[in-house]
DNA sequence: GTTTAGGCTTCG
């Protein structure tokens, strides 16, 4: 039972016969625990913090705060007391930051609100919090200029975060705050992250693009920029242009986002990731997305608030944010090559893209064109030949597993693990491939639909959208499923060139060949008779001269797809090995000279027009499920993809 | 000095 009756503050012992324990203030307090905790009196208190709704402005002229308290005397957690604060400033409320913080509360009125105890502000209000996790520092955060505290306080605190460590309702801090890459449609967040950019949407809206270093597991509604002006942090928009996250801010809590600016550091509360659903008139991206929204209305402590400088999430926040941001610097450089090389479109000629010293040396100012007037140079050609290609394949391999549907969440907890030892759980889980094994619900559904073609392995690992895809680093493999909006050549004629399997040379399939009446083709449809003349200028100028010698060059299938998932379009090339063969794109459709191949040509036609309508019945596309893999020709180089492990699931006409 | 909101999801 609570000694203090009178809201005085001090415990006086009255008329006591000994005098009160005194501190080095002059005061001391008597404590009460909740069980005792009566209505219409004014007490004093240490409690853990079971829920609580951050400081919102009320419609009068006051912040108005929530909280729950708890302590070991409640029987049941779902008791408690209840308590309302007011206060002019956040900054006098108390200073309450995650479930299972302590307080310390002086003066707390209890009155009756619907017949339960309500804690309210008493003259003198005073209250201290403290991080409620073992081991965390006793400093307090406090909701005045002047408190008391002294080491019965400290004491006091350190029973408390045992307790909380021990109930596990409390102890939320003691695993990863979720991010962006652990959300999943209808399910509500509370999420730390930082203003990029912001934009008044209407009255009732303002848009938000935030990021936390993640990328959401789901594709998103992003909103149509067109119309806004957009309030930017442009120096950081341009370094995490692919981490940027669209959040949709409703009601009553314009007034607080407005307060915001890019740059500022945001916690959101009770981020609502609601299935989207397109107006009528809205021609449909091909996937299901979600869109991240703010709800009006403080329920489950809904809001904005800012993220204090010494909130427990932020300097893991940051941390991540740091990583990606250097990575993001380097990136930029190959962001301008590719740029450079986009002005060719991002496919150059046939290069043949070595990446060897020696090969570019090879290259050199050789010109095939002359000599024979009927080879022109591929002009669709993936940046880089065999070589590259292998390296690409070993440094992936290096890099360890395919992209989990949440790679991003990956790297963060990777990055957690090296920071924070005891934080490994998330880490070890998924360090293993092939440990998410669950596809999302969406996933689910997707699966159950036709689809064009299906992956022939790696069937644990989860989907990742497109723009996720676009803005990891490389090399780097992924699980996508997206529909084929165009790919090239559009004349299946040319699926197929010549290729020089010893330097990586491939051509267009010369007039000579595309004619009838040219010289007998090899047993093997990808076999030809036409020399590689790259080879053949090399050894010349060698001086050597033995013609045997030059190899002939090989049929290969080589295709641009660009695909679309509703979040980004993304370009990959199939190719030689990933083309065909028993487990690989066209099967056993061989490459081969398709010019003179009527009924090869009459099986690939009906296949792309299965795989990509056109416009007019785009919808009607059936998704293609495919294994990319990402890598550079050289370190600096653009991102490039090709698709491998990935088959199609079509049946010719 | 009073009011605000008083946990328990919007529907964009």
Not at 311 to 322: A, C, I, W, Y
Request: glycine share 6%.
């Amino acid at each position: 039972m609570s000694r203090i009756k009178d809201g005085a503050g001090p415990s006086t012992s009255g008329h006591g016969i000994r005098p009160p324990p005194r501190t080095t203030t002059g005061r001391t307090y008597e404590y009460t625990k909740l069980s005792d905790v009566k209505v219409r009196t004014t007490v004093n208190l240490y409690a853990a913090v079971k829920f609580f709704k951050p400081p919102f402005p009320s419609r009068g002229t006051d912040y108005c705060m929530v909280a729950k308290l708890v302590d070991p005397s409640v029987g049941n957690l779902d008791e408690g007391l209840k308590c309302l604060f007011f206060a002019k400033e956040e900054s006098t409320l108390p200073q309450i930051q995650s479930v299972g913080d302590i307080v310390r509360i002086h003066r707390l009125k209890v009155d009756n609100f619907k017949d339960a105890p309500q804690g309210n502000k008493g003259p003198g209000f005073s209250c201290l919090v403290f991080d409620g996790r073992q081991g965390a520092p006793t400093n307090p955060r406090s909701d005045s200029q002047n408190f008391t505290f002294g080491p019965k306080d400290e004491a006091k605190v350190l029973e408390l975060r045992q307790w909380v460590s021990l109930t596990p309702e409390l102890n939320v801090m003691s695993s990863d705050p979720p991010t962006f890459a652990d959300v999943t449609e209808g399910e509500y967040y509370d999420l730390s992250c930082q203003i990029v950019s912001m934009a008044r949407v209407d009255e009732k809206c303002v848009l938000f693009q935030v990021w936390d270093g993640t990328i959401p597991a789901e594709p998103f509604r992003k909103a149509d920029l067109q119309d806004l002006s957009l309030d930017q942090k442009a120096d950081l928009a341009q370094k995490v242009k692919g981490y940027l996250v669209d959040v949709f801010i409703f009601d009553n809590h314009v007034p607080t986002a407005l307060r915001f600016k890019p740059g500022d550091f945001v916690r959101i509360n009770n981020l609502h990731v609601a299935k989207y659903k397109p107006p009528d008139n809205e021609a449909g991206p091909s996937a299901q997305l979600v869109e991240f929204v703010v709800h009006k209305g403080t329920s489950y402590g809904r809001g904005l608030t800012t993220l204090s400088s010494d909130h427990p999430n932020l300097q893991d926040l940051k941390s991540v944010m740091k990583q990606v941001i250097d990575r993001s610097t380097t990136t930029e450089v190959s962001t301008s090559e590719q740029d450079d090389t986009a002005a060719n479109g991002p496919v150059k000629k046939a290069r043949t893209g070595e990446s060897s010293a020696e090969s570019d040396g090879l290259l050199g100012n050789s010109n095939v064109q002359e000599g024979n007037s009927n080879v022109q140079e591929r002009d669709s050609m993936p940046q880089e030949g065999d070589s590259s290609v292998q390296g690409g394949d070993y440094t992936v391999q290096q890099g360890g597993s395919m992209a989990q549907g949440n790679n991003a969440a990956q790297e963060r907890d990777s990055n957690v693990h090296e920071t924070n030892s005891n934080k490994n759980e998330k880490d070890s889980i998924v360090s293993a491939e092939g440990s998410f094994a669950s596809s999302s619900n969406s996933t689910d559904r997707r699966c159950l639909q036709e689809t064009g073609t299906v992956i022939t392995g790696h069937h644990h690992i989860k989907v990742t959208p497109i723009h996720a895809v676009l803005t990891h680093y490389t090399p780097f493999k992924f699980r996508l499923k997206a529909q084929l909006v165009d790919y090239c050549p559009r004349d299946v004629r040319e699926f197929c060139c010549l290729f020089c399997y010893t330097c990586n040379y491939c051509i267009e399939i010369p007039s000579s060949l595309k004619r009838n009446d040219c010289q007998e083709e090899g047993r093997e449809p990808s076999n030809s008779s036409f020399p590689c003349l790259r080879c053949k200028k090399t050894q010349s100028r060698d001086g050597n001269t033995d013609s045997a010698v030059i190899p002939t060059m090989k049929y290969i299938y080589i295709v641009k797809f660009t695909l679309d998932d509703g979040t980004g379009l993304l370009e990959a090339h199939m190719w030689k090995k990933h083309a065909v063969s028993t487990e690989a794109f066209f099967r056993d459709l061989p490459p081969c000279n398709l010019y003179r191949r009527q009924e090869d040509r009459q099986v690939l036609s009906d296949y792309m027009q299965q795989l990509c309508p056109g416009a007019a019945s785009q919808t009607a596309a059936p998704w293609m499920e495919c294994c990319i893999m990402s890598y550079t020709v050289k370190d600096s180089g653009p991102a490039l993809y090709q698709i491998f492990d990935t088959t199609l699931a079509l049946e010719a006409a």
